[in-house]
């Protein structure tokens, strides 16, 4: 009977230190970063994250952008195919930080054709103070440094794969006009409804030279 008791205690001191250790253990906590890719080229196009299909709903299409989607943070390589292709167009290895949004934009068929943007959205009292907010960013690889305008804000001499502030603006109806920087040539004319209490990107992309979807044209990125 002594033996048993004995038996017993001496089985309860082992579980009851396994549970304290198993409490003890360090969990090794799951990194992430948010990537949202937009299509500024004149191609429809399948991405890939290190190896598998991240559009897996529809193709992208030149002008639209995938929304955040998450991914892990730390090196990842992206790859693009042409929609039915099942060739690798490029690859686009990037270090991502954790709890960022990014953004990654798509100008032609070459790794050098693309750029990568971190996003700080600035959602402070966006609710209670319910203006837009929109920056711009020059996405047409052959139309050099660009000056943009929504109504009375302006981005002055903007270059290839650069990206300017978010402003703050009332939201409704603005005028948007593009011209390049050197030559003060009107490339875009056109009038953009913006909601309140959202976060924009407005961009350039295609050629100027371009034909079809791959001609000059502006886009529109929802942030937020």
């Known amino acids: 009977m002594i033996y048993r008791l004995s038996l017993l205690f001496f089985m309860i001191v082992i579980v009851g230190m396994i549970s304290c250790k198993n409490n003890d253990e360090v969990f090794t906590k799951a ?13 429809t196009l399948n991405f890939y994250l290190n190896g598998t299909r991240q559009n897996n709903s529809s193709s992208l299409y030149p002008g639209n952008q995938s929304f955040y989607l998450v991914v892990p943070a730390g090196a990842d390589n ?15 290895p990037l270090t991502l930080k954790d709890s ?10 070459a790794a050098t054709k693309t750029f990568h ?26 139309a050099g440094a660009l000056n943009a305008f929504v109504d ?7 270059p290839f794969q650069t990206t300017s502030d978010f402003t703050l603006m009332g939201d409704g109806p603005k005028e ?3 011209y390049q920087a050197t030559s003060n040539t009107l490339l875009k004319d056109t009038t953009i409804t913006f909601q309140p209490a959202h976060i924009y990107t407005l961009f350039s992309r295609g050629l100027i030279n371009g034909k079809g979807a ?5 886009g529109l990125v929802i942030n937020y």
Do not use: C, H, W
Not at 152 to 158: D, G, H, M
């Open 152 to 158: 009375s804000a302006s981005y002055s001499a903007v």
């Open 78 to 92: 992206f790859q693009f195919k042409k929609a039915g292709d099942f060739n690798v167009l490029f690859s686009v």
């Open 100 to 109: 960022v949004n990014n953004t990654l934009y798509v100008s032609g068929e």
């Open 117 to 142: 943007t971190v996003d700080f959205l600035d959602t402070t009292n966006i609710i209670n103070l319910p203006q837009t907010r929109i920056r711009f960013v020059n996405a047409s690889s052959d």
């Open 31 to 43: 990194v992430s970063s948010a990537m949202n890719v937009v299509n500024a080229s004149g191609d």
């Open 214 to 218: 791959a001609a000059f044209n502006i």
């Open 176 to 178: 948007i006009k593009i």
